[in-house]
């Protein structure tokens, strides 16, 4: 099964994720429920295993690789900002 994680974070953000307190300092809220209150995303499996496993590596492979890809970039992008940004207060000084 999947997790959409910004569908699980726009929940949040609308208050709808439960929150456990652990310090009085922190904001009330309560970790019990009976099921998640987010959608969870279940696959249906191409191919049948003799097993009952239901994990396809393939798939799960393509996801890495794509996951791997999306976070390369964003690191390339954040360097790029940053590398700006310090090429910008050098030209201040």
């Known amino acids: 099964m999947d997790i959409d994680v910004e569908d ?3 929940q949040n953000q609308m ?3 439960p929150l456990a307190k652990s310090s009085p300092s922190h904001i ?3 970790a019990h429920w009976s099921s998640p209150p987010f959608n969870l995303k ?5 191919q049948a295993s003799a097993d009952a496993n239901t994990v396809e590596m393939d798939i799960e ?3 890495f ?17 940053f590398k700006e940004l310090t090429e910008l207060f050098r030209n201040l000084k």
């Open 61 to 63: 492979r393509q996801h």
């Open 42 to 46: 279940y696959r249906t499996p191409f």
């Open 8 to 10: 699980a974070a726009k």
């Open 15 to 17: 208050g709808l994720l």
């Open 65 to 81: 690789a794509e996951n791997a890809v999306m976070y390369q970039f964003t690191l390339d992008q954040v360097g790029g900002d």
């Open 28 to 30: 009330n809220g309560s």
